[in-house]
C-alpha cells in the first residue's frame, strides 16, 4: 500500500493527535481520551478521524486509518480497537516518517505505517510513569495511549516509552488480498461505506495493469455470478440505478450504483472474493 | 427567510471553517477534510455542524445549514452533499454578509446564502492551483472545498478562486412553500428531528398574520384529516402524551408531543402539506 | 460516589468548556452552542463529552457525566438533558472545586457535583443580559447555558448570574441504589455500553467490603435467576463466549461475555435489581 500522491503540507502545526477507535459515540469514552491529552498537553490539536470503526474490527479500523493518513497532518496518531481483548498483547509505538503511531500490537496501526513509509523504529510502551494511575485493564485509550500521545506533544521522546522491539517482532495484518494474474485482477471487498458504495482492495493500478481503463467494460465474477459494468470517472456517469465501477476517493476500485445502494444491490460482504478483467464492451 | 433577530457578536475569531456534509460518521471522510484543512491552515478553528444530513438529502441540508447559521461566527462555511453526482454541477464560493459559502453549485447553500442577506458576488472554483493533486471525481469536499476554504482563511480572496458567476446563474433551491391565505397559513413539513417533532415551514410570524398566537387554538388540516391542538409557548404546556403546536428554537411552527413522538403519532413525512387556521378553543 | 483517585493535573487550560446533552448528532443543535461559545469566547476549548444521552434520560447522562469528570480539565461543564420539559425547572451554576456546572434544576448536573467533591455554593441564572435573545423556550442549552458558560470563561463570576440558591434547594437525583449487607452487595443496572457490557451500581471496594476479589467466583441474582461467573480483572480473562464480572474503566463491577454481548445474553434493562455474593468456585 502505497502513499497517494497527494500533496499536503503541514506547515507550522506543532502538535496535532488523531485518535481512531471504536468506543462509539454513546457514551464518554472518546471524551476521557480528550481530557487526558488536553490537561497534559493543552495546545494541542486533535483530530477525530473515526470511533464508529465496528467494535473489534481491526481489518476495517486499519483501512481507515491508512486511507484517511495521507490527508492527516503528520503528529501523534492514536490506534485503539479491540484493545481490551487478548488480541492487544502489548501497546507500541512506532516511529513512521515523520509520525508516531501509539496503540495496540494487534496489527491495528501496521497498514497506516506501511502508508507512511514503513516503521523507522518501534518500542514498547511500558515506562508506567507516564501512564494515569491506576491502569483500568479495559481502557488502555484513556489510561496508556492518550496520556502517552500528550507527553510525546510535550516533548518526550518514544525512546523514552520503553525498550526497542525489533520490527519483525510487530504483528502485521496481513494486506488484503489482491492479486494480478493472466488479464484479470482478483481481490476482495474491503469496506462498504454508508453509500451502499463497495469498496475492493484492487486499485486503478492494477487495473491499468491488466489494460483496462476508464471507458472499458469490467467482467466481474464474484463466487459463481458473473456480471458485467461500465469502468467510468464516477458513479454519476451512468444513469440512476445503474451499476457501475470506479475509482474512489482512496484510490481502490469501487461498485456503485447511481443515487443507488450497491452493497445491497450485489450483496458482498468485507473480505468476499472478487474477480475483475475485461470485459466485451456493452 | 430572513434571520431570526439572535445577536451574536465574534469580536475576534481570525478565522472559522464549518463543514456541514452527508459524509456520516463511519469513515475518515470527515477526518480528512480536517486534515487538509489544519494542514493548510493550521489557527483555523472548525465547526462541525453536521455530517448526517440524509445522503444526498439537498433540502434537508440546505435547512439544517440555514437555521444553525445565526448561531455561528463569521467564516467560511462548507456545504456538501450529494457532491458526487450531476446535480453538483460546478464548485461555488458565494459572498454574503461577512461570510463566504463554499460548495456545489446545487442550491444546498441557497438557504443559508439568503439567511445571510443575501449574494454580493459568487465565483466558479476553478483554479486548480488551490486544489489538492490529484482531484478525486467523487470527493470534492476533501479535495477542492477544504484546501479552498483553508487558503481563504490564509487570505486568498474569492476573486482568486475563478470567474465571477452572475448572481441570476446560481441554482437556488425553491423555498419551502409557505403562503398565507384568508384566514390561513399553509406550508410543508420541513423535518422531523431526533425528538420526534415536526417542524413546518410556516412561522410563529405568519400565524400572527391570521390572527392566531399562543394561547389559541389550532385548526390543523393534513390531507383529509382534521384536528386541533393547542398553539403553546413550549410542548412543556400540555399534559404528557398530549399534542401541542409551539414555536421552535428556529422560529418555525411545530407539533409535538409532551414526553412523546409527535412524527409517529400524525404520520407526517417532510413534505407533506399542512394547512392551519384558527380553531375553536377547546 | 467519590472520584477516583486517577491524577490528572491541568497545567496551563485557560479555558474550557465541556458539554453533555440529548440533542443527538443528526441537526444543527450541538454546533449552534459550539457557534455561540466560540462567537464570544473565541478562545475557549471545547470538549464534547457525549450529545447521544437518550432523550429525556436524566439517568443515563448524569451517569456519563459523572464518569467521565474525572478525566476532564477543570472548566465549564454543561449539561443539558431534558431541557425542555417541566422537569427542568430554572437553570443553575453550581460551584464544586475547581469547576462550575451549568444546567437545568432537574438532578441531570448532581452526581457529577458530587463527584468533584459536593457543591460549594449554587446560583439561579436569571440575569437576562448574559443571555441571547430572544430566549426559545424550547432551547436553553444554545440561548442560555452556552452564552453563561462562555462569560463565565470571560471572566464573569458564577455570583453575577442571578440569585444565590440555599445548596439544600437543589434537585438531587436519587443516587443508583447500592447496599452491602450481610455477605452480599445488591444494586441496579447503571448503564449498557454499545459492547454489550452491563455496568452495575456496586463498585469493586463494595465487593471487597463483602470478601469477594478477583480471582474469586461470584454468585449473581437477578430477580429469580440465579448464576454464577467468574470475577477477573478484564474480559479477556475467560474464554471467548464466557460470561464474566470485572471492575470496569469507571470503577463499577460490569458483567461481560468475551468476544459477546452480556446485556442480550442476560436480557438486564437499566434499572434492573442485582445481588451479588461470594460464589462457590467453580
Redesign the interface.
Known sequence: MTPP?????????TS?I?L?TD??????????????I???A?QT?I??????VP??DIRRGAA??A??LP???AGVHIGAVDT???S?RRSIAVEAGNRVFVGPDNGLLSWAVMAAGGARAAYEISNTELF???V????PG??IYAPVAARLCMGRKPADLGPEIPLDRLLLLPPPTARIGEGAAEGEVLSL???GNVQLSVTADDLATIGVHVGDTLAVSMGRRQITMPFR????AVPPGNLVA????AGKVAFAV??GDAAQRLGLPPGAHVRLARGVDI
Open positions: 500522491p497527494y500533496d499536503v503540507q503541514s506547515p507550522s502545526v496535532v488523531t481512531l468506543y462509539g459515540l454513546e457514551d464518554g469514552f472518546v471524551a476521557s481520551c480528550h481530557g487526558v488536553i490537561s497534559i493543552p490539536r483530530i477525530d478521524v473515526c470511533h464508529l467494535a473489534g481507515i486509518l486511507q484517511t490527508y492527516l497532518p481490551a481483548s487478548a492487544a494515569l494511575k491506576p483500568s485493564p479495559t481502557f484513556r489510561d461505506d454508508r453509500y470517472d464516477t458513479f454519476a470506479f475509482t474512489d476517493s447511481n443515487s
